[in-house]
């Protein structure tokens, strides 16, 4: 039963909502894990959610400012096509438009074009010719949102169509037409194919070794096919520049506020001291916000020659046809083992599809991302992966969606290829695993790829998942439904994610090292401000990052504000993404916490008159925290004692600087690698080849999970993501490259009523280099889910004969593939 | 044209072009940024307000339709500072993350509760699956609702 029965208005203790109200929820039974610890390690409360449950965010397309103008960018409505002529004079003559701005308007003052963050270049408004339906041509500047829309109906672009290229597999057939003639080759001469760049890792001769002695060879061809984040929120920006003070303020939807910050100064010129990036409550994001677009660049152009604040938000079909999408990779996969299961090794062959521009948001020296670790959880001898990138007449972008730099592509190669090589040995996919995991006592583990795993206990993890599941059981009834006929699947995948970008020699952004800073500053009476350099997007920095440094500082969450998201107030760093926000921005808050508590021990010492040396850290059952004297429990003095003497008029020990506070750049010595064991459970309908997820059991282990709550929120989440993934999402095209795929009628999300209600569990090993041993989850489930949901549906089609049916496996695929129209084995 | 309508219980008289949907009169007319656009096509639920207490996506409604009519939003769940226990419930059981949703989908779920106050999980997913949330994975908004609805019996003696 209840145990508190205070109303909701007077609920006491726990956290200060919007600055009146103290609230703290009464238990109800069955919902006991929402118990809110007031600090450390637990499920608090999210600091966020009292203005969101009220309406009160602030997004971007909140912002209102005086005499604000609106913005509506005109887009090609062709694959590929020269532009002729574009004639904006009936535009301009809108009683209500301010400015109209073509491509030669801006190729004027030098920002036609703008970097990419993979070395390319990406036209901000088509000058010479549009390269993807959607492409950004011209914009409209006027007094309200409907009329800059219509005054886009007045402008007459001539277009020569050319033909598209469309299918990756032909981008670089002798005929093919060039897309990219704006750029050079090495020979100074204007590009001749649609080749974007080849990259390969691992040893190709040892894997070929490795492959010659083997009793088991299995390839297979499979396709990760084009999808969308779509965050509910589009993309956005509203820009306003201070000609007086020459200073340009952009709120935008941006997981990356500094980086931007810097990539604009070096874009338009503006000095990058006068640019503040802000990027206010964000509607969710999932890689899809991390690019610069040139919508943002647009606003701020309109602003800056209109003298007045800009605002653009793009609708739904502009974000799902022209921002980042995600995936695209088809791949040749190969496995090679004995034939009593030992997995020797793995290769692949991938060809990337990069769109018009490589857009693709990854370090610099990992052009296919983190695709590296496509040897996953297992031990091997030699792995070899060969990849050839190519442009195309469709959106550019390429890393985005949760997949953690391409370890969604790697995740679902290798575990589809498992479980391929399961139904050829005849052994079962959980024992075929656990024969070949890296064991706990290899790590740290260095994969044949070269990469340095820091930790894990796979078999712990799958074993737990098989025990929530009940896998036994689960075989015993599939066995008697498909007696029956029916047709049941039980999936199972295991991944290895490498997440927390970077180190900074190894890993960048436009040029920028991967590490980021935290400020930490504790007031005279004891309360605190931290200021990170990630910005949430709805993951709750807010309160994590409030809980990591209460648990090192001793002061509760309620009094620790949060600051993210505005270049102005937040130091340097590189942002969210990459499930980076906790194994760097968190390791730069727990280490500043410890730094700033180091200085406070000195001045504990003088006021306890004491040796620094004799002094403890102490925290009460409630976390509060103080030091005293070893072997003397009387004499503690709290830290908020301590922040009123260094801010006071006492003397300071010699030497010290007055105040409490401090600052540092968290550089990390590795990524971390979160891991997990997912089973799904799925009935096929055999009439009429409907997928139902039956159950889904998710064992992530992510090292300790700083607030649980937020943890399996974000579990939650990505198999979501699995769910549309693996079912229901698509962008497609049709042959002239028109996107078929940009509304949300077209372009399949999941709703309540295609997913279950999840199962989740957690194991916790700690990474060994993270200050807290945390490793990140912000992306697990949208890389682990989607293998084990197709496992699932091919198992479920095992009396078909059905080895691989490539994603998503809507009706009409899972119908084919039930009637031998399924991808071939290659 | 002019359009009369009681919004959150007050009545607003606004001069407006016949085409502007009710979504963009409330955000930008009236300053409710509380409820948010999200798709255009009706598919994404961010939308939703109440129309003579059932709810609607105000992408898909001109507000000149609404004129005569009572809208009530998410601005209008806090009653004299108590908020609802539907708000309550969301953010006990983690029913929002980005909170660009949470809107619409507390409008529906306190429609929900107002026709069934003990609605079971399949009831509480038909009546959210005209919504879409990114974040969540919905299994922590079927318990918010579930949590608010205990929390009326029980707590309020509903």
């Known amino acids: ?137 011209a914009f409209v500047v006027a007094e309200d949102h409907y009329a800059a829309r219509d005054a886009l109906e007045l402008i007459d672009v001539e277009y020569e169509r050319l033909p598209a290229v469309v299918d990756a597999r032909r981008a670089l057939d002798a005929d093919a037409p060039v897309i990219r003639d704006d750029l050079t080759g090495a020979d100074g001469c204007p590009r001749s194919d649609n080749r974007c760049f080849d990259w390969e890792t691992g040893d190709a001769a040892a894997t070929a070794a490795a492959f010659a002695r083997a009793d088991v060879v299995v390839s297979q061809d499979m396709t990760y096919p084009r999808v969308h984040p779509a965050p509910l929120e589009t993309c ?90 995600a995936r695209d990779y088809h791949m040749r996969g190969e496995i090679a083992a004995t034939r009593d299961g030992k997995i020797l090794a793995i290769r692949t062959n991938v060809l990337a599809d990069h769109g018009a521009f490589n857009g693709v948001a990854a370090p610099s020296k990992f052009p296919a991302g983190f695709f590296g670790v496509f040897t996953g959880s297992y031990d091997l001898d030699a792995a070899h992966a060969a990849m050839t990138a190519v442009y195309t007449n469709k959106a550019p972008g390429g890393v985005a969606y949760a997949c953690s730099f391409r370890i969604t592509e790697a995740v679902y190669l290798v575990e589809r290829l498992v479980d391929c090589l399961s139904a050829e040995l005849g052994i079962d996919p959980v024992e075929l695993r656990l024969r070949n995991f890296i064991r706990p006592d290899q790590f740290p583990y260095e994969s044949k790829t070269g990469w340095v795993y820091d930790s894990g206990e796979y078999e712990r993890a799958l074993r737990l998942a098989l025990s929530i599941a009940g896998y036994d059981e689960l075989r015993a009834e599939q066995a008697e439904r498909r007696a029956r006929g029916e047709l049941m699947g039980i999936g199972v995948s295991f991944f290895t994610e490498a997440v927390g970008a970077g180190p900074r020699k190894l890993m960048d952004i436009g040029g920028l090292g991967m590490a980021d800073t935290c400020e930490l500053r504790i ?28 648990a090192e500082i001793g002061i509760p969450p309620a009094d620790i504000d949060v600051v993210h998201g505005d270049t102005d107030a937040t130091p340097f760093g590189l942002g969210t993404y990459g499930s980076r926000s906790t194994p760097v921005s968190g390791a730069a808050a727990a280490l500043v916490a410890r730094k700033v508590r180091d200085k406070a021990q000195l001045l504990a010492a003088e006021m306890l008159e ?32 301590v922040a009123r003497f260094a801010y006071g008029t006492s003397d300071l020990p010699d030497g010290m600087e007055g105040g409490l506070d401090g600052q540092l750049c968290y550089n990390p010595e590795n990524l971390t690698y979160p891991f997990g064991a997912y089973i799904c459970v799925v009935d096929v309908d055999p009439g009429t080849a409907v997928v139902k997820v039956r159950r889904f059991i998710a064992v992530d282990d992510c090292g300790p999970r700083i607030n649980e709550m937020i943890v399996e929120g974000q579990v939650h989440r990505g198999l979501t993501d699995g769910v549309g993934m693996a079912l229901m999402e698509l962008i497609a095209f049709d042959e002239h490259g028109t ?82 129209r399924g991808t071939p084995a290659a | 044209m002019q359009v009369t309508m009681t919004v959150n219980g007050e009545e607003v008289t606004r001069e407006i072009e016949g085409r502007l949907l009710l979504v963009h009169f409330l955000r930008d007319h009236l300053g409710l940024t509380g409820t948010h656009w999200g798709c255009d096509t009706s598919n994404c639920g961010a939308c939703a307000v109440w129309l003579d207490d059932e709810p609607v996506k105000s992408c898909t409604v001109l507000a000149a339709m609404a004129g005569g009519h009572d809208v009530r939003t998410v601005e209008d769940l806090e009653h004299e500072g108590e908020l609802d226990p539907i708000q309550l419930g969301f953010m006990a059981c983690h029913g929002l993350q980005c909170g660009f949703c949470t809107s619409g989908m507390l409008m529906t779920a306190r429609a929900l509760l107002d026709r069934d106050p003990q609605p079971t999980e399949d009831t509480i997913r038909e009546a959210i699956s005209g919504q879409i949330c990114r974040c969540t994975g919905y299994a922590s908004i079927v318990r918010s609702v579930q949590w608010a609805a205990q929390y009326e019996r029980e707590v309020q003696g509903g």
């Not at chain 1, 009476?525 to 209460?550: N, P, Y």
């Not at chain 1, 009460?620 to 003397?632: I, K, P, S, T």
């Not at chain 1, 009387?634 to 830290?639: E, G, L």
């Open chain 1, 523 to 550: 007031h005279p009476t004891g309360k605190a401000t931290v200021r990170v350099s990630v910005q949430t997007q709805g993951q709750g920095h807010e309160t994590t990052f409030a809980q990591i440094i209460a």
């Open chain 1, 739 to 820: 996107c078929l795929g940009g509304s949300l009628m077209d372009y399949l999300i999941p709703t309540a009523k295609e997913v279950p209600s999840w199962e989740t569990g957690f194991t916790v090993t700690p990474s060994p280099h993270h200050p807290i041993g945390a490793k990140g989850i912000g992306e697990s489930a949208t890389v682990g889910s989607p293998p084990a949901i197709v496992n699932a549906v091919v198992d479920a089609l095992a009396p078909y004969g059905v080895r691989h049916a490539d994603m998503p496996l809507t009706p009409s695929r899972v119908w084919e593939a039930m009637h031998g």
């Open chain 1, 1 to 137: 039963m209840v145990e508190s029965v205070e109303t909701a208005v007077a609920l006491p203790g726990g956290f200060d909502a919007l600055g009146h109200q103290v609230l703290r929820l009464p238990e109800l039974e069955g919902f006991e894990h929402n118990d809110q610890h007031p600090v450390g390690y637990g499920r608090m409360l999210r600091k966020e959610d009292p203005r969101f449950v009220r309406g009160l965010g602030r997004y971007c397309d909140d912002i209102q400012l005086t005499g604000m103008l609106h913005l509506a960018i005109l887009r090609s409505p062709h694959a590929h096509a020269r532009i002729v002529h574009i004639d904006a004079s009936a535009a301009m003559a809108h009683p209500k438009v301010k400015a109209v701005v073509t491509g030669a308007d801006l190729a004027a003052h030098k920002l036609a074009w703008m970097p990419t963050l993979s070395h390319d270049v990406q036209a901000v408004l088509a000058t010479d010719k549009v390269r993807f339906q959607g492409q950004e041509v």
């Open chain 1, 236 to 325: 956005g920006a509203v820009a306003d520049y201070d000609r007086v003070a020459g200073k340009l303020t952009l709120w935008c939807t941006s997981q990356a506020p500094h980086a931007h910050r810097t990539m604009y100064a070096l874009l338009t010129g503006l000095p990058e001291h006068k640019i503040r990036i802000v990027s206010p409550d964000v509607g969710g994001g999932f890689g899809n916000k991390v690019p610069i677009y040139p919508g943002y660049v647009c606003a701020l152009v309109g602003s800056q020659i209109t003298g007045r604040p800009v605002k653009w938000m793009e609708d739904r079909t502009e974000n799902l046809i022209s921002t980042a999408f």
């Open chain 1, 610 to 641: 004491a040796s620094v040396a004799d002094l403890e850290w102490r925290t009460d059952a409630a976390g509060l925290g103080g030091f005293g004297v070893r072997g003397d429990t009387r004499n503690v003095v709290s830290i908020q004692d």
